[in-house]
Structure formats: structure tokens, C-alpha cells
């Protein structure tokens, strides 16, 4: 099988001219139901000599590593994790482009941070305060802020589209598009960056009050949008935040996704209620991104759930119940 990928070449073709060939020293083809096993059989081993207690993740082509700073000495550490990566990229001639790769530090508190250049193939990598990561903003100080301007920004833009496109559409069009187009896109991976700040959140509403104007031709300063809402029968988007938030959990709890309990910190409470036999303990936390992140804020919702919608039998059912139980 391998055999039959050598021999290849490559040329570019632009307004009908085209380039000369090339031959094509690495890679998988493109296109072709073998591309990505082999392309996930020729990078399998990229973490292999990554040190104990650093991270690598892998997506695609996205490679992602990190580690716990405490010292000096766990600085030296990470550059020999990323030595590391430049050798294997080296010798299976997939090398990486230091100008694309960043540094972010993230901490927490008065604590100032430990400086340390980072290299790649001799250069020093570039420290940056936001990154985009699997379509998500991670900033240094761990605030869901600039990922709520970015998505508010996309889905500001999208429902101006709509409106241009669709004035004279009926209400049925305008809300499916409004549904399929904007709030899908407010909602990729709600559950991690679910906002807890009132200004972030009544950026999101914002776009969805606009859009129930839009929906249902009403302009009127005396036109009540929350009864355009329920007319169109759009739930509050941090309403549907909250049931992403619980139905993850669930998944989590009842080992559906490859999140360990140890992972997160979910502790299952040894004296639970009689309402709720799953109840889990909620940690103790000063720290504002800990405490509103997604297991600890979601905590006390869980345990204030009964039995009766916690057993079911998938996370589909699951949200059907607790959707069932919501006035």
C-alpha cells in the first residue's frame, strides 16, 4: 500500500498556465478515504519522548502542548518538549512554522509570571495575550471576554446578511435561517466558554432580540420583544447554555465522552439527597475563572436535579426531561 503513494508529483495551474512538476517527498493523498488513517498513522507518534507532566493534543493538523510553571526548571522542561517536536518534524519531513506558532501564559492572581523565551528551529516563538484554538479565544487571564466579542462580531454579521437577503421573506424563513445560520454559531461550544459576566451575556441577547425584530417586522419602540420571543418560541440563549452546560456534564458523569472524573474534579457527594442520588461534591474556590468554570458552576444546577430526569437512558433523553421540567 505504501508502495503505491511514491512516484507522486504535483504542479499548480493558474488561468491555464501551468507550473512545472514537482515530485512529492511527503504527505497522504488528498481526498481519498485512506488520507486521514494515514495521515493520523504518520503523526502517532509525534508525543512520544514528551515529557511526564506536559499535555500534547492533537486535532487534525493543530498540535497543541502545555504544562504547570512552577520553576525554572519546569521551563526547561517545555523547551525540551518542543526540541523534541522539532526533531520527530525533522526526520518525517513535516516541519513546523515557527512564525504560526504562539506562546500563551495563562495564571491566575498577584503571582507575576516566570519569563522564559521559547524556541522553534532557532526562533523565538511569540508570546500573545488571546488565541484562537479549535475556534475558541483563550486569553492569558482566562475571561471568556474576547471569545464573546469575537462570536457577537460573526453573529452581528451574519444576521446582517440575512436581513439583507431575506426582507420580504415570511416569519416560518426568517426564523429557521435566524435558528440555523446565527444561533448556531452563538452556540459552538457554548458549554466551555459559557459567559458569567451581565455584560458579555446581554451582548449575546442582543443579537437574538435584534433578530426577533427582524423575524416578525416589528420595529416599534412599543413592541415588547420578549413577546416576540415566545410568539416565535425562542428560548433565552443562556437558558440553552444552561442545558448544554447540564447535558455535557451528564455525558461526562456517565463516561459518554472521553473526559475522566479525575480530569475535572467531579467527586461524587457520599451523603447525597433523597431527590438526587447523583449529587457531587462542589469543590471550595476563591479563584473567579475556577469557580465560574464549567464543572463548578454546573455543580449545584446538577444536584439540584431529580433523579427521574439524571436517569436517563442518553444525553438526548436527558435533555428532554429536564427541558420538560423548565416552565
Known amino acids: 500500500m505504501l508502495t503505491g503513494l511514491k512516484g507522486r508529483s504535483q504542479q499548480v495551474i493558474v488561468d491555464g498556465v501551468a507550473s512545472q512538476s514537482e515530485s512529492v517527498d511527503s504527505g497522504v493523498p488528498q481526498g481519498t478515504v485512506l488520507g486521514p488513517l494515514l495521515f493520523l498513522l504518520f503523526i502517532n507518534d509525534i508525543g512520544i519522548n514528551i515529557n511526564t507532566g506536559t499535555s500534547i493534543r492533537l486535532f487534525a493538523d493543530d498540535c497543541l502542548i502545555y504544562r504547570p510553571i512552577h520553576s525554572h526548571q519546569d521551563q526547561v522542561l517545555l523547551q525540551k518538549d518542543l526540541s523534541s517536536l522539532q526533531t520527530w518534524s525533522t526526520t518525517w519531513g513535516m516541519n513546523f512554522n515557527p512564525s504560526k506558532c504562539n506562546v500563551l501564559r495563562t495564571r491566575v492572581g498577584q503571582r507575576g509570571a516566570i519569563n522564559y523565551f521559547y524556541t522553534l528551529h532557532d526562533q523565538i516563538l511569540a508570546e500573545v495575550d488571546t488565541v484562537k484554538y479549535l475556534g475558541v479565544w483563550i486569553s492569558n487571564d482566562l475571561s471568556w471576554t474576547p471569545h464573546v466579542d469575537y462570536v457577537t462580531k460573526k453573529g452581528n454579521q451574519k444576521l446582517g446578511f440575512l436581513r439583507r437577503n431575506l426582507r420580504g421573506a415570511p416569519t416560518p424563513s426568517k426564523s429557521l ?22 455584560k458579555d451575556t446581554n451582548k449575546i441577547e442582543a443579537i437574538q432580540r435584534k433578530a426577533a425584530r427582524w423575524a416578525k417586522s416589528a420595529y416599534s419602540p412599543h413592541t415588547s420583544v420578549t413577546g416576540l420571543l415566545q410568539d416565535l418560541g425562542w428560548s433565552g440563549l443562556g437558558d440553552r447554555r444552561m442545558i448544554l452546560r447540564l447535558t455535557l456534564l451528564y455525558k461526562i458523569y456517565f463516561h459518554q465522552v472521553g473526559i475522566e ?21 462542589r469543590p471550595r474556590s476563591r479563584k473567579s475563572p475556577y469557580t465560574n468554570s464549567l464543572i463548578l458552576r454546573t455543580i449545584p444546577e446538577w444536584n439540584n436535579l431529580p433523579d427521574s430526569t439524571i436517569m436517563a437512558g442518553s444525553a438526548s433523553d436527558f435533555k428532554n426531561r429536564f427541558s420538560a421540567t423548565q416552565p
Open 261 to 281: 472524573h479525575t480530569e475535572v474534579g467531579i467527586i461524587p457527594n457520599p451523603r447525597p439527597s433523597r431527590k438526587n442520588s447523583f449529587q457531587i461534591l
Open 177 to 198: 435561517a435566524y435558528t440555523s445560520l446565527v444561533r448556531s454559531g452563538l452556540e459552538y461550544a457554548a458549554p466551555i466558554w459559557d459567559p458569567y459576566k451581565i
